[in-house]
């Protein structure tokens, strides 16, 4: 059973640091392209980063440079290190996996960036 499960959100103000895990089970994280995504309140949910199987990253415009998405495969995590946080990174962060056809979520972590 596929199983997603965000950590490590909270308050900081901006300019500071945060990092969210996605602890996955029931499938290896380095088998399928696994994702970071936000919703903020009245937005629809957007791409924050990604990566691949092989490595690779992407990364929304808006977080480049402040954000790193990276993978333990022996935890089956994956993380989102945020510095330099912004207050119009406040959202609900989710982590996906997409296996096959399918999307998988987690219940998300709320983040909010504020002084």
């Known amino acids: 059973q596929v199983q997603l499960v965000e950590s490590g959100g909270g308050l900081v103000q901006p300019g500071g640091s945060l990092r969210l895990s996605c602890a996955a089970s029931?499938?290896?994280?380095?088998?399928?392209?696994m994702s970071w995504y936000r919703q903020a309140p009245g937005k629809e949910r957007e791409l924050v980063a990604a990566?691949?199987?092989?490595?690779?990253?992407n990364y929304a415009d808006s977080v480049k440079g402040r954000f790193t998405i990276s993978r333990d495969n022996d935890k089956t995590t994956v993380y989102l290190q945020m510095n330099s946080l912004k207050p119009e990174d406040t959202a609900v962060y989710y982590c996906?996996?997409?296996?096959?056809?399918?999307?998988?979520w987690g219940q998300g972590t709320q983040v909010t960036v504020s002084s």
């Open positions: 996906n996996a997409r296996i096959y056809v399918l999307n998988y």
């Open positions: 990566i691949t199987t092989a490595g690779g990253r």
């Open positions: 029931g499938f290896a994280v380095s088998a399928y392209a």
